[in-house]
């Protein structure tokens, strides 16, 4: 879906969980240029802007871009960096440009950021900021795999094979560039009635007087379940938005946007089981 709406995407697991494969993997099956910055406490915004070098020859800077110029950026364990590192991704993300030095460099339309956290009780993590959640698309949980699946990669592995190098495990290009263009302009024509319209407004206003959550999600919350709902009908074959397309993205596309109120943290309340009781108290339109 990120791919499909431009929309950037924060995947959130325990180390080990193959959140960095699946990145790469994207990035290949697309033909896609991918870079991989890796957070940690000393990284600086340069490192992933860039920056301006003095070239004595002659006699003026000359920049040089950072690993954000590209197509797909994984931003690994970025919860690892403080705050103002972080903040380096936010008009990049937005806007899909940087500025540096006082000039505007566009980014290109395929831009995508895929970023990767450890759940904040880790050590060493810093909580991202809720202006930057609020430009995620989406946020998925990558759960340790089942015993059914962990047993078939161990078989993999025996077998030889190795993430680092995915053209010997049989990922190919599958997606160009022009089929990509081609598949954002079917979801752009797909039909939205004023009833979901309506609906997703809805659903985004229970989560501004939920009793759980002191903020609820903003208009870019409702965006994306807009864009999400588009995206939803078309891989389903629908030239139309139903409500259930809607609905099925709520607790990904607005989990990360809400604050709960402390008294709802103390009692256990998540941030999923705040979208799930906000989405119920709101019908569903037929």
């Known amino acids: ?12 697991g325990v180390p080990g969980t193959a959140k960095t494969l699946m990145a790469r993997s994207l990035a290949a099956a697309t033909d896609a240029r991918f870079r991989r910055v890796q957070f940690t406490p000393d990284l600086l915004p ?6 301006s070098v003095y070239r004595a020859d002659r006699g003026s800077f000359e920049f040089r871009e950072g690993p954000i110029f590209t197509d797909t950026l994984l931003a690994d364990e970025i919860n690892r960096a403080p705050a103002k590192t972080q903040a380096a991704l936010l008009e990049a993300m937005e806007e899909r440009q940087v500025t540096a030095d006082g000039t505007r460099m566009p980014l ?13 009780e880790f050590e060493g993590t ?3 900021p809720e202006a930057q959640l609020d430009r995620f698309f989406l946020k998925l949980e990558v759960p340790i795999p089942t015993a059914e699946a962990e047993a078939e990669l161990l078989r993999r592995v025996d077998r030889g094979f190795s993430p680092l190098d995915l053209v010997a495990a049989g990922l190919r290009s599958v997606v160009s560039a022009e089929l990509l263009h081609l598949a954002r302009a079917d979801i752009a024509a797909v039909r939205v009635t004023d009833g979901i319209i309506s609906y997703i407004t809805q659903l985004c206003g229970a989560t501004r007087t939920s009793p759980d959550l002191l903020l609820g999600c903003s208009p870019r919350g409702a965006i994306a379940l807009l864009a999400g709902g588009k995206a939803m009908a078309a891989i389903a074959g629908r030239d139309y938005v139903i409500p259930e397309d809607v609905k099925d993205l709520c607790v990904p596309a607005l989990r990360h946007r809400l604050v709960r109120r402390p008294e709802a943290e103390l009692a256990g309340v998540t941030e999923v089981a705040a979208v799930e009781r906000a989405v119920a108290r709101v019908p569903v339109p037929r």
């Open 1 to 12: 879906l990120g791919l499909l709406t431009g929309g950037h995407i924060l995947l959130e």
């Open 126 to 128: 810093y909580p991202l």
């Open 108 to 120: 290109g339309d395929r831009f995508l950021v895929i970023a990767t956290q450890n759940p904040v």
């Open 46 to 51: 340069s490192d992933i802007v860039g920056t």
